[in-house]
């Protein structure tokens, strides 16, 4: 039986809390949030005639299915108390504790970690080109970037800002529905077939992996205390998105539903 404990320390309450919000927040998603809400989609050459009718498709408010809004909101403001007495606080102490570059090295490192699930997905929707480029983009960045610390890829324009891809959004272009909307407490909004394909990336992720816990001395505390610190750090980052997509809303609760579908709608057509 596995548990919180090894020889060389115990996960801290504190760590215990954080790794409870990585292991089902899906952090990768929310900050993917912030770049798709602040990008503007650029449509082809030619089509100014019908501007007016692709702004309105592109911000009409979908069908969403919420089944369970008088529970959903209930944790909607018990995880918005949260961001607000807990996590924002904690976010900008960290912001101002932890030189930039490092914060970057370490969401690089994090990030580069998360190619199988990406490369997986990416060939589970019929995108052999994508996964290819995933895979020379592994590559570049474990060996030339230091283990993924130093994204060099940048630097090479077919690797750069390649869509990030996910189970959730596998299922999606499958044809699979997002089924009933869900806010989760201490995670926030999410959809049933995205919880599960935030399963199946958990189990794709590296740091999952069990015969990476069963090297001398790495069981549950190491990897609880590295997922804590890839939250820490992401975490100015989904304060952010939380607040871009909450701030100005005349109803916070349907402004963070409808805002969550639509970004995830449009991963799933790239």
């Given at each position: 039986?596995?548990?919180?404990?090894?020889?060389?320390?115990?996960?801290?309450?504190?760590?215990?809390?954080?790794?409870?919000?990585?292991?089902?927040?899906?952090?990768?998603?929310?900050?993917a949030w912030a770049a798709e809400a602040t990008g503007a989609s650029a449509g082809p050459a030619g089509a100014a005639p019908?501007?007016?009718?692709d702004d309105a498709d592109e911000f009409a408010v979908p069908h969403v299915s919420d089944p369970f809004e008088p529970v959903n909101r209930v944790f909607f403001r018990f995880n918005d108390g949260l961001y607000a007495w807990v996590l924002r606080p904690f976010a900008h102490g960290y912001e101002k504790t932890v030189p930039a570059p490092a914060q970057r090295g370490l969401a690089n490192f994090f990030n580069n970690l998360k190619f199988p699930a990406r490369f997986v997905s990416s060939i589970l929707q019929g995108k052999p080109a994508r996964a290819a480029k995933e895979t020379g983009k592994f590559l570049l960045n474990t060996t030339v970037g230091l283990a993924g610390f130093v994204r060099v890829s940048d630097s090479v324009p077919a690797l750069t800002n390649l869509p990030p891809e996910d189970l959730g959004q596998t299922f999606g272009v499958?044809?699979?529905?997002?089924?009933?909307?869900?806010?989760?407490?201490?995670?926030?909004?999410?959809?049933?077939?995205?919880?599960v394909g935030l399963?199946?990336?958990?189990?794709?992720?590296?740091?999952?992996?069990?015969?990476?816990?069963?090297?001398?001395?790495?069981?549950?505390?190491?990897?609880?205390?590295?997922?804590?610190?890839?939250?820490?750090?992401?975490?100015?980052?989904?304060?952010?998105?939380?607040?871009?997509?909450?701030?100005?809303?005349?109803d916070p609760y349907v402004a963070m539903r409808t805002g969550y579908i639509q970004l995830r709608d449009a991963a799933i057509k790239k």
């Amino acid at each position: 039986m596995r548990t919180f404990q090894c020889r060389r320390g115990a996960l801290t309450p504190l760590s215990a809390f954080l790794v409870i919000l990585l292991l089902a927040g899906g952090i990768g998603r929310s900050t993917a949030w912030a770049a798709e809400a602040t990008g503007a989609s650029a449509g082809p050459a030619g089509a100014a005639p019908n501007r007016v009718d692709d702004d309105a498709d592109e911000f009409a408010v979908p069908h969403v299915s919420d089944p369970f809004e008088p529970v959903n909101r209930v944790f909607f403001r018990f995880n918005d108390g949260l961001y607000a007495w807990v996590l924002r606080p904690f976010a900008h102490g960290y912001e101002k504790t932890v030189p930039a570059p490092a914060q970057r090295g370490l969401a690089n490192f994090f990030n580069n970690l998360k190619f199988p699930a990406r490369f997986v997905s990416s060939i589970l929707q019929g995108k052999p080109a994508r996964a290819a480029k995933e895979t020379g983009k592994f590559l570049l960045n474990t060996t030339v970037g230091l283990a993924g610390f130093v994204r060099v890829s940048d630097s090479v324009p077919a690797l750069t800002n390649l869509p990030p891809e996910d189970l959730g959004q596998t299922f999606g272009v499958w044809g699979i529905g997002n089924g009933p909307y869900l806010v989760l407490p201490l995670i926030g909004p999410s959809t049933l077939r995205d919880v599960v394909g935030l399963a199946g990336d958990t189990e794709l992720n590296p740091i999952s992996w069990h015969p990476i816990e069963e090297i001398h001395g790495y069981d549950w505390t190491w990897r609880g205390e590295a997922e804590t610190v890839e939250l820490v750090n992401a975490m100015p980052d989904l304060v952010r998105t939380y607040d871009s997509l909450h701030q100005a809303a005349v109803d916070p609760y349907v402004a963070m539903r409808t805002g969550y579908i639509q970004l995830r709608d449009a991963a799933i057509k790239k």
